[in-house]
Structures are given as structure tokens and as C-alpha cells.
């Protein structure tokens, strides 16, 4: 059972401010289980307590799981004093204190992106030992050879040294590939076509494991999932 403060619990489900939320559980505003409660330090089971705020059910979620096509010019971040973020994308209405990405897309990097507020599975989503595919669609500033997709395969080294590794590379057209790769260190992909003299002009990412953007979501849209058919699709593929 999840108890909690009537206060507490309808802010954090609705994101409104704590003092908001009093001022109308004072008003009467507020009902548990069809009875309205003016007490904002009312104790209530979030699990099998009815609740409702100016008529609206209030229904509990623990945790909450969005996928994003994130566009272009966006931070991966849950908050920036001066510039844009994902989270700021995500729709007052599923949007929630807490939430952050899952790994990190670059700025100007597209495409499928987790954000949540449950720490748990967002650490298996990006551990290596869970050895997830994460696959993207890169354009380059010139041509792909046979001799790049072997030396992804056998895992590129960087310029600091660093052993990536075996990622697939598959050559869509003359400057455009797939890659396929089950980490995630910083500009990663970036930095494997440097090592042989290619530059990324544009990187959208398509996948994780087996789980796919819909093709309906456009770019800056979200949808909310459950923790169940993210799994089935990222760790059961």
C-alpha cells in the first residue's frame, strides 16, 4: 500500500504546486472516495483510494515512461537555465516532477528517446553488461568503403585511445549507413567515423533493442508506454 499526504499526492500526479493544491483541498475541492476532505494532511492509500481534484480523477502511477521523437536544437537534459530541453517537450498532462532521459541524444541528434522518472529501469537501458542495440541512421561528408564496415566490425579505436566495441555498419547509400552498436560513451559515433576520416552531418537514432518510433509520431511528439511493453520490446526482442 502507498500511503501518502492528499496534499502531497495530488500535486506530484497533477504537477501543480504544493500551495495551489491546498488552497483548493481548503475550498473542497478534494474528494476521497466520494467524500470531500478538507484536511490537506489527510492520509490516503494512493493504491485503492479514490481520489479527485475539481472533479477530475487523480489516478496513481508510480512511475511514468514517455518515448519521444526528440528533434533537432534540444538538450537531453531535465532542465537548462537558458536553453531547451527535452522534458520541457513532454505535455502538461503525463508530464511530472522527477523526470529525466534515459542516456543521452546529442543536440542536434533525432529520434527515439526515453524519458521517465523510474532510476531503476533507466539503468538497465543504458548498462553495457545489458548489451542493448541501439540502431541510427548516419549521413556522412563522404563515401563508405568495404574496409570501414570491417574495421567497425572488429571495434574501432579512438583517437584517445579507447576500445569500442563490434558495431555493425551497413551501407544504405554512397554517404548514408546504418550502424548498430550496444554502447553508449560520449559522441561515440561521431568519433568512430573520425577515426576514419569522415565527418556526421546528420544522426537520427531509430531503435533500442527491438523498440521503434511509430511511424504517426512526429518529430517533438511523446507518447506514454507502460513499463511492461517498453520491456518486451527493449530486453525480450
Request: hydrophobic share 35%; aromatic share 6%.
Amino acid at each position: 500500500m502507498k500511503k501518502q499526504r492528499l496534499d502531497k499526492f495530488i500535486s506530484n500526479q497533477l504537477l501543480l504546486s504544493r500551495s495551489i493544491v491546498r488552497t483548493g483541498i481548503l475550498k473542497g475541492r478534494a474528494t476521497v472516495n466520494g467524500v470531500v476532505v478538507r484536511n490537506v494532511g489527510e492520509i490516503i492509500d494512493a493504491d485503492s483510494d479514490c481520489v479527485t481534484y475539481e472533479g477530475n480523477t487523480v489516478g496513481y502511477r508510480e512511475y511514468i515512461y514517455i518515448l519521444m521523437n526528440k528533434p533537432k536544437g534540444v538538450l537531453s537534459a531535465a532542465t537548462d537555465k537558458s536553453r531547451k530541453t527535452v522534458v520541457d517537450l513532454v505535455p502538461q498532462s503525463i508530464r511530472r516532477q522527477g523526470l529525466f532521459p534515459v542516456g543521452r541524444l546529442d543536440k542536434d541528434t533525432t529520434g527515439l528517446l526515453l524519458i521517465t522518472d523510474d532510476g531503476v529501469f533507466a539503468h538497465n537501458c543504458i548498462s553495457p553488461k545489458k548489451e542493448i542495440s541501439k540502431s541510427y541512421v548516419v549521413t556522412l561528408d563522404g563515401d563508405i568503403n568495404d574496409g570501414m564496415i570491417k574495421v567497425f566490425n572488429e571495434g574501432v579505436v579512438l583517437a584517445d585511445g579507447t576500445v569500442c566495441k563490434s558495431a555493425k555498419l551497413e551501407r544504405i547509400s554512397e554517404n548514408v549507413a546504418r550502424i548498430i552498436i550496444t554502447e553508449g560513451k560520449y559522441h561515440q559515433i561521431k568519433r568512430m567515423f573520425g577515426t576514419v576520416g569522415l565527418g556526421v552531418n546528420d544522426l537520427r537514432r531509430e531503435s533500442i533493442g527491438g523498440l521503434t518510433i511509430p511511424d504517426t509520431l512526429k518529430e517533438g511528439e511523446c507518447i506514454e508506454m507502460t513499463k511492461e511493453q517498453l520491456e518486451n520490446s527493449i530486453f525480450y526482442r
